[in-house]
């Protein structure tokens, strides 16, 4: 059973800090992971991909992929309130086209 | 570009009736995929369709439940007869996938919340 794991907290950080979010998953033939961020009552919406290791910063969001040790996480500079959502992992397995979602992590940026 | 549309946004029905939900892909996309996702199991996968044909319908929960996409840019999910366990939200994404490379990014629609009373 391939998985993905998520903490679901709440993650609380402060305004301005830096909010982390990691994500693990099972399957080692895994080949894209992303990360979705779901406002309350909204649908997911895609903000970062990333297909290999090392780093991929797009504004105040950088992910991080380490495939030796199977985890990808998110970082947010800048926290800020308007990023208090749940963000969703979601991982591609090599044998087929759909994705295996995490539970979500629920993040708070309190002001 | 317009995104994924569903429709209706809301619907209340009564147990038994039968329930029809709709979806238009973005257009050009060849992946399209309908998911259901509550608070106790989170974000399920129902079926998905490549080119309009059904490619794995593992996720469905009954016989009740059932999926057509009779073109490109139109898909149903339809429960019949409907339960109060159905409730939830139901979304429609739709991807253009990349096999090259992997690229598989999906685009929710904004959702169906179904209420089953």
């Known amino acids: 059973q391939k998985e993905v794991e998520q903490n679901s907290g709440p993650l609380s950080v402060p305004e301005g800090a830096i909010a982390s979010l990691n994500c693990t998953y099972s399957?080692?033939?895994?080949?894209?992971f992303f990360w979705y961020r779901q406002y309350s009552g909204k649908s997911p919406e895609l903000i970062m991909s990333i297909y290999s290791n090392g780093d991929k910063e797009d504004g105040r969001f950088t992910a991080q992929l380490n495939k030796a040790s199977q985890y990808v996480s998110l970082l947010i500079r800048d926290s800020q309130p308007s990023d208090s959502a749940t963000y969703l992992c979601a991982v591609l397995g090599d044998s087929n086209y759909q994705l295996i979602w995490g539970a979500g992590t629920k993040l708070i940026i309190k002001p | 570009d317009a995104g994924v549309i569903q429709s209706p946004r809301h619907e209340v029905t009564e147990m038994g009736q039968e329930v029809t939900l709709r979806c238009k892909p973005i257009s050009g996309h060849d992946y399209l995929f309908w998911y259901r996702q509550t608070m106790m199991r989170g974000l399920e996968l129902l079926i998905y369709?490549?080119?309009?044909?059904?490619?794995?319908d593992s996720g469905m929960p009954e016989d009740r439940f059932s999926a057509k996409m009779p073109n490109a840019s139109f898909s149903t999910l339809k429960i019949q007869p409907s339960e109060p366990r159905d409730s939830a939200v139901y979304f429609c994404?739709?991807?253009?996938?990349?096999?090259?490379?992997?690229?598989?990014?999906?685009?929710f629609g904004p959702g169906t919340r179904l209420t089953v009373l």
């Open positions: 369709f490549n080119n309009n044909v059904p490619i794995d």
């Open positions: 399957d080692r033939g895994s080949q894209s």
């Open positions: 994404a739709s991807s253009l996938i990349r096999r090259k490379d992997w690229v598989n990014e999906q685009f």
